[in-house]
């Protein structure tokens, strides 16, 4: 059988790369592939609960940010910046707590101050996280209002936020307007005081944002 003229060889070849580039070419330009929407997160997400943390608020505390993160019933608290990153659990959420932009209050100063509050069953519930020498700590205790209004207010003047929590004076008594003003301490840690007893909560000082004078708070009742 006699070979096949070389001219030949050299077209079939020529066709053979032809092809060849065309498919390399095709393939370089083909779109890049979309997303599937209902693909599940990276393994390195961080989640909240069975879902990926979102984020609901930021604010900027100095040359830190402080972040709410929520999700399924479940949430988180990050600091990042100078301090560093930190994540810590957002108990009041796993509680039950309604986190909203409006939960996420911070006092900056040497010892800067964050409260975490959401409303749950007719009280308002919170945390406090605390920078001092540029390291972010959690304060181990946690604060409850019973009479609607829990935030920071620098009460003892000592530059340091403290922790203001409106509480009920009749609990149990639903139509019961009777309210006073608890003060914490967060560094000490403890009570800084009440105040008297009032008849309607319009009664407490500054209300709504309810500031205390410290020389008027008397013994907290047990």
Known sequence: MSSPPKAALVVACAAVLTTVASVAVAWSLRPPDQPDAGAAPAQDQLRCGT????SLVKREVGADSVE???GSGEGRIRTNGASGPNIFELTVAASGADITEGSLQCADAEVTVCLVRGAAGGEVRGEVIVRRSGAWTRAQV?????GAHLALADVDRDAVADVVAVQRACPGVDDCGRRFAQVFSVVGGGEVGCTVVVGSPEELPGWPEVVPDASTLVRCRP
């Open 51 to 54: 879902t990926a943390c979102r």
């Open 68 to 70: 709410l993160l929520v």
């Open 142 to 146: 946690p604060y409850l209002s019973s």
